[in-house]
């Protein structure tokens, strides 16, 4: 299984991105997707994550402004970001938690990131 995140870039302060993650491969199910991001020097962060029935989890300097959604039937999450801010920039990643068949157990697979640079 492979994710692959894409729609980064840079956009000025304010302004929106869409970012999504496509899973490929074999895939039976998938459980809990989530964006990610690290900025220089920093620690990777949880940005927000969507389990497969639908339910998101903000972090608090997200949320507002960020909206997580997947569409199972092409294995592809998304995050919309509006009213970006200068520290909004960062790799962001994508991970999920994948099943390639209904006896395995979930596998966590990240993909590799897209940067999203938010300037003034």
């Known amino acids: 299984v492979q994710l692959q995140a894409s729609g980064g870039g840079l956009v000025q302060i304010g302004g929106s991105l869409r970012l999504s993650c496509a899973a490929s491969g074999s895939i039976f199910r998938i459980n809990t997707m989530g964006w990610y991001r690290q900025a220089p020097g920093k620690q990777r962060e949880l940005v927000a994550h969507?389990?497969?029935?639908?339910?998101?989890t903000y972090a608090d300097s997200v949320k507002g402004r960020f909206t997580i959604s997947r569409d199972d039937a092409k294995n592809t999450m998304y995050l919309q970001m509006d009213s970006l801010k200068p520290e909004d920039t960062a790799v962001y990643y994508c991970n999920a938690a994948v099943l390639a068949t209904w006896w395995s157990s979930p596998l966590v697979t990240w993909g590799p990131g897209t940067l999203v640079t938010v300037s003034s």
């Open positions: 969507i389990t497969s029935g639908g339910t998101t």
